[in-house]
């Protein structure tokens, strides 16, 4: 029987000709009727992919032989189905693509990779030893490594949200001095699945940024081992067809419709089609804009 899955994987290492890893996975995924979106770069590879548990599993059989993926670490979580070809229905298309950053900091320059991942990023820290830091710490502070229309739905507690509306203003939104508060305190950056805290927590370094922690498998990992038990709150956004995601039966719902003010964790595009904002609305709410580009319709 197909089971709809979708995993989350990146991997952190120096790829001396990522044009032909581009070709190489793009077959791979056409080969096993995979759909998703995966970014190369000479810095690695992040991916994110849907289908049948088997056709997932060979992937990542094959992906896992080539020396440089060998130890990716995988997240995995329920897909919403198939198609009749045995396809995703989370994903519209295959995108395999090269790119300057495999998540668009615009700041190429300061990473610095070798074959154990990230040069100078924060400390790791698994969902135990995130416990334990906040039961003995009370100084920890969540800074929240994503774009703030996804902390609408789901946060942890007391986090610090940037105003970010994407990932290439993270490095404005440092420089500006809003958080020269927190240089002396124990900082700890997460993110979706971990990759963005990966270049994030290494740009709060080598800005001045003393005490630096970074979620090791991201929201996800910590979903898997706490649920809706522990410190995070709401529902996680998530950048394909389901929308968010829950870690249990009983996950708080903290967003609010923009429009009527009824508790939601519904996102949709801002209907200005020049706006790429997400806003947080109710089933009973459609067409709205956010307040940059109109009241709503």
Not at 16 to 23: E, I
Request: proline residues 3%; negative net charge.
């Amino acid at each position: 029987m197909s089971q709809p899955k979708i995993i989350l994987y990146y991997a952190f290492t120096p790829l001396p000709d990522p044009d032909a890893v581009r070709l190489w996975q793009r077959d791979l995924c056409e080969s096993l009727g995979l759909r998703g979106r995966i970014l190369l770069s000479a810095d690695g590879m992040n991916g994110t992919l849907g289908g049948d548990l088997r056709a997932l599993k060979r992937y990542l059989r094959k992906t896992k032989d080539y020396p440089a993926f060998k130890n990716l670490d995988v997240k995995w979580s329920e897909g919403t189905g198939l198609d009749d070809d045995g396809r995703s229905l989370d994903f519209p298309r295959l995108s395999v693509k090269v790119r300057d950053e495999i998540v668009s900091f615009g700041a190429p320059g300061e990473l610095q990779v070798d074959a154990s991942g990230v040069v100078g990023g924060g400390t790791k820290l698994d969902p135990a030893a995130l416990h334990s830091l906040v039961a003995e710490r009370d100084d920890v502070v969540f800074f929240d490594g994503r774009n703030r229309f996804e902390a609408e739905i789901g946060r942890f507690r007391d986090a610090v949200v940037p105003d970010v509306s994407n990932t290439r203003e993270f490095v404005a939104e440092l420089d500006s001095g809003r958080y020269d508060h927190l240089k002396d305190k124990a900082v700890v950056t997460y993110c979706t699945g971990g990759i963005r805290c990966e270049v994030l927590s290494g740009l709060m370094k080598s800005r001045g940024f003393g005490e630096v922690y970074q979620l090791d498998g991201g929201i996800v990992r910590y979903g898997e081992t706490f649920g809706d038990d522990g410190l995070w709150d709401g529902s996680l956004y998530v950048f394909d067809g389901r929308g968010s995601m829950d870690f249990s039966d009983h996950t708080e719902v903290i967003g609010h419709c923009v429009v009527c003010g009824t508790a939601s964790k519904r996102m949709r595009n801002c209907a200005d089609p020049s706006c790429r904002e997400q806003l947080v609305v109710c089933e009973n709410e459609s067409d709205v804009f956010c307040e940059a580009h109109a009241v709503q319709a």
